[in-house]
T-cell receptor
Framework: KQEVTQIPAALSVPEGENLVLNCSFT??????LQWFRQDPGKGLTSLLL?????REQTSGRLNASLDKSSGRSTLYIAASQPGDSATYLC????????????????FGTGTRLQVFP | EAGVAQSPRYKIIEKRQSVAFWCNPI?????LYWYQQILGQGPKLLIQ????????DSQLPKDRFSAERLKGVDSTLKIQPAKLEDSAVYLC????????????FGPGTRLLVL
């Protein structure tokens, strides 16, 4: 059974710091891994998606890496800003060989980030 | 492009009552998902539709939860009767055609069962 763990559970940092959020998963047979952002009272926004054959993806100040063999991914946030305050979730998409278009996402419990001025 | 719409945004009920949530996916999206997110946890998939057919409902508590997507567009999720442990945010998401397509999430319905 795939389990996804995120550490730390919460993080509070001053503005300008570089951050690393960690995600680990128990089964390396994944299709891809995705990082989401969740703001209070709002849905999830996809930040980065890494295919299983890729090692990293970048978007602006965000960089996500994937080491499938060790079951780990990291989300790097450069020069953090108060607007980055949110909960960050990672999710792995399982390989569903026998079922057409089933694409179950298994989510971690999230890291709640607070960036203060 | 309009996003995924959900209603109501908040609902408070007493245990053993019934409740229904509505979701309207992004236009043209064939795949629709319902997730349950309990406080402090990540979302958990309850049911996945491909058009109006169920693809995966393995984690749906079928003794009390039901969902339908009759015309392959909008969907309703019902809980009858509700239990205290059903208190959670219910998220709806849609994607163009499932598989490797990105899922787009709605704002969620926050349910409190007293």
């Amino acid at each position: 059974k795939q389990e996804v763990t995120q550490i730390p559970a919460a993080l509070s940092v001053p503005e300008g710091e570089n951050l690393v959020l960690n995600c680990s998963f128990t089964d390396s047979a994944i299709y891809n891994l995705q990082w989401f952002r969740q703001d209070p009272g709002k849905g999830l926004t996809s930040l980065l998606l890494i295919q299983s054959s890729q090692r990293e993806q970048t978007s602006g100040r965000l960089n996500a890496s994937l080491d499938k063999s060790s079951g780990r991914s990291t989300l790097y946030i450069a020069a953090s800003q108060p607007g980055d305050s949110a909960t960050y979730l990672c999710a792995v998409r399982l390989i569903q060989i026998l079922s057409y278009n089933t694409d179950k996402l298994i989510f971690g419990t999230g890291t709640r980030l607070q960036v203060f001025p | 492009e309009a996003g995924v719409a959900q209603s109501p945004r908040y609902k408070i009920i007493e245990k053993r009552q019934s409740v229904a949530f509505w979701c309207n996916p992004i236009s043209g999206h064939a795949t629709l998902y319902w997730y349950q997110q309990i406080l402090g946890q990540g979302p958990k998939l309850l049911i996945q539709f491909q058009n109006n057919g169920v693809v995966d409902d393995s984690q749906l508590p079928k003794d009390r939860f039901s969902a339908e997507r009759l015309k392959g567009v909008d969907s309703t999720l019902k809980i009858q009767p509700a239990k205290l442990e059903d208190s959670a945010v219910y998220l709806c998401a849609s994607s163009l055609d499932g598989g490797k397509e990105t899922q787009y999430f709605g704002p969620g319905t926050r349910l409190l069962v007293l």
